[in-house]
């Protein structure tokens, strides 16, 4: 079975345009939570996603947004980027909501100069 | 487990020792753990589970305690190979509630000494 697949690994923007990424869950998984990976703050929550509804918000400002589609693909989106938003983007998939194992995709490396 | 600011607690050994990995999660009414590894270049990967109604859990090689009075997690690692150097995280979720989120410790780097 495929693992989180996440497109693309390695983005490079400038200040003030906007970025999407994608992420392909497991196969039969309905639930897509993405996070973002700094040095400075760790992994922190971005949003959570089940049955194409954004379920849960971490604080973050209004410019990051997701969606997912009915086939539990999921996107999410950072307008008017910022250079403190240079940082790894992780999707990770499972089962259901509550309890269980979130698998993780490899990750967007995104870079804004 | 938890680090402050830029620096992440390092953990050093030998090859085929054992090595401990420590955690301080944060929410009282957490109630599902998880550790999970992380090498160079690749996203986290998924270890080892706990429930809150567990003091301890079993996998190939690594166990893990929880100790819920103090709120702390333990990840232990037996006979400890190169392959294991990795980035290790602990995160917590508290499913009874509508927020369904991980919540990670910021991570601790071990190296493994041939």
């Known amino acids: 079975k495929a693992g989180v697949t996440q497109t693309p690994r390695y983005l490079i923007k400038t200040r003030g345009q906007q970025v999407t990424l994608s992420c392909s869950p497991i196969?039969?998984?309905?639930?897509v939570s993405w996070y973002q990976q700094t040095p400075g703050q760790g992994l922190q929550f971005l949003f959570e996603?089940?049955?194409?509804?954004?379920?849960n918000k971490g604080n973050f400002p209004g410019r990051f947004s997701g969606r997912q589609f009915s086939n539990s693909r999921s996107e999410m989106n950072v307008s008017t980027l910022e250079l403190g938003d240079s940082a790894l983007y992780l999707c990770?998939?499972?089962?259901?909501?509550?309890?269980?194992?979130?698998?993780f995709g490899a990750g967007t490396r995104l870079s804004v100069l | 487990g938890e680090s402050v600011g830029l620096h992440l607690p390092t953990l050093s050994v030998q090859e085929g020792d054992n090595s401990i990995i420590n955690c301080a999660y944060s929410?009282?009414?957490?109630?599902?753990f998880i550790w999970y590894k992380q090498e160079s270049g690749k996203g986290p990967q998924f270890i080892i589970d706990?429930?809150?109604?567990?003091d301890k859990r079993q996998g190939q090689r690594v166990t893990v305690l929880l100790n819920k009075t103090v709120k702390h997690l333990s990840l232990q690692i037996a006979a400890t190979q190169p392959g294991d150097s990795a980035v290790y995280f602990c995160?917590?979720?508290?499913?009874?509630?509508?927020?369904?989120?991980?919540?990670f410790g910021k991570g601790t780097l071990l190296t493994v000494n041939p």
């Open positions: 990770a998939s499972s089962l259901s909501r509550g309890m269980g194992i979130q698998y």
């Open positions: 196969s039969g998984h309905r639930s």
């Open positions: 996603y089940f049955s194409e509804t954004q379920r």
């Open positions: 929410n009282s009414a957490s109630d599902y």
């Open positions: 706990i429930r809150s109604n567990m």
């Open positions: 995160a917590e979720n508290e499913s009874g509630g509508s927020n369904y989120k991980l919540t």
